[in-house]
């Protein structure tokens, strides 16, 4: 069956689209296919293993998934039927809380089309016939048990002169009225899956001239119930006694707690992360800066939007509570709430601080965080962005954690406001171009 050149060009648009994050899925699954599907965008996707499902089998029972994840793919389904809640509400039981749904929808604007197509007699049977708008997705899902991760309108230029096209198709779904007018959305949505069971927890502490917070930093650790706590100290070439530190209390109170430590050989917190994210072994993974300035006993807060399932990805959040006086410069709350904002039109996810050094997420989408990295490149020294780009890409659901932002207590700050000020508005340059105009694909 030969393609149509504008229907082959509008399927490599879409397909570009799913393939920046069904690529980290270990399978995709089509299921409800349309009569008049060809399978076009379902070869084009790119995924490790890909499976369509006929009308006569069954969805795979997906549950017990944990570390794999699967993409399923409703190809236009969502406009060919009468009950997209009890299609939601039947599938969500076989569901895993790492399984994700994509689903391709016609644009509800272009509804009138359809109808104008009716009216001169131009009746086929796979005219769709349901139309859903933004408010009617996020209610569908919310009364089906999801949550919508993503959603990006497809735009189509239909010339490919000298690159134009592909220009336009990249840069009007950035833009606040053009985005209305894609030809289709690609919506992503997750089963909203509470935990069964406390998992285990890994919290990373990576340390630079922190002598005086390495004991106050496990004094203050809360004793999370039913939680295995894992405590990851790693030094990065202090002037102070910090590592001396470090080893003194991994000795003390090697009976409360399970203590590793490490030193640095590269330089900067992302790289510390990593390193402490490498030696971790348990089922989530969090960072707790060694200045203190995120109180250790809110810890508990990111664990439990966690477990009950609020989201994939706990994002702290400084900018809700009222800071203790010199916590934060004013020129740095300036530059912290620009980022933000920068980052939630560049992510699509609304963020309201992109740059608290606390954060949580699961081990298993950490090593798919791994994968994104070696496709986009090394480019954050500090170590937020490099978390927070795939966590939206690949995509996780993100939710903001309010903590009171606190004074230092002991030592000083090692951020320079313009020299990293400058680095972040280069992440946010090459994200806008690299990520939010599609350029990595």
Not at 218 to 247: A, Y
Request: hydrophobic letters at 40%; one cysteine or more.
């Amino acid at each position: 069956m030969s393609i149509p050149r504008w229907r082959k060009y509008v399927t490599k648009i879409i397909a570009s689209e799913i393939s920046s994050f069904s690529r980290y899925f270990d399978q995709l699954i089509q299921m409800n296919i349309l009569k008049h599907d060809g399978g076009f965008l379902f070869h084009a996707v790119e995924c490790h293993q890909k499976i369509q499902l006929l009308d006569e089998d069954e969805l795979p029972d997906l549950s017990q998934q944990k570390k794999q994840r699967t993409l399923i793919l409703f190809n236009g389904t969502f406009n060919h039927i009468y009950d997209i809640q009890e299609l939601l509400t039947h599938l969500k039981p076989q569901l895993s809380r790492s399984t994700r749904i994509v689903a391709v929808t016609y644009n509800p604007y272009y509804k009138w089309l359809y109808w104008l197509a009716n009216r001169l007699g131009i009746r086929k049977p796979e005219l769709p016939f349901t139309f859903i708008t933004r408010t009617d997705l996020h209610n569908l899902s919310k009364l089906s048990g999801f949550d919508v991760v993503k959603l990006r309108p497809i735009i189509f230029f239909p010339f490919e002169w000298k690159g134009i096209g592909t220009f336009i198709n990249r840069l009007f779904p950035t833009l606040p009225f053009f985005r209305n007018l894609g030809l289709v959305n690609i919506i992503v949505l997750r089963a909203i899956i509470p935990e069964k069971e406390h998992p285990s927890l890994s919290v990373v502490i990576p340390a630079r001239n922190e002598e005086g917070n390495i004991e106050n930093a496990l004094k203050r650790m809360p004793r999370l119930d039913g939680v295995d706590l894992e405590i990851i100290f790693v030094e990065g070439h202090s002037t102070d006694r910090t590592w001396d530190e470090i080893l003194r209390v991994k000795k003390q109170y090697s009976s409360q707690f399970n203590i590793k430590a490490f030193q640095q050989t590269g330089k900067g917190k992302g790289d510390a992360v990593r390193l402490g994210f490498s030696h971790a072994t348990r089922d989530l993974l969090t960072i707790l800066d060694a200045d203190l300035t995120m109180p250790p006993e809110q810890l508990g807060r990111f664990c439990e939007a966690y477990c009950m399932g609020l989201a994939d990805f706990i994002n702290g959040s400084r900018s809700v509570y009222p800071m203790e006086d010199n916590a934060m410069r004013f020129l740095n709350t300036l530059g912290n709430v620009f980022f933000a904002k920068a980052l939630s039109y560049i992510l699509e996810t609304k963020l309201t601080d992109s740059l608290c050094g606390t954060k949580l997420l699961s081990a298993h989408d950490y090593q798919r965080f791994l994968s994104w990295r070696e496709d986009f490149g090394d480019f954050d020294p500090f170590g937020d962005y490099e978390l927070l780009f795939p966590a939206a890409i690949i995509p996780l659901s993100i939710i903001d954690i309010p903590i009171r932002y606190m004074n230092r207590t002991y030592g000083s700050t090692n951020i320079n406001r313009f020299r990293h000020g400058l680095m972040l508005f280069k992440m946010v340059w090459m994200g806008f171009f690299r990520v939010k105009m599609g350029r990595i694909r």
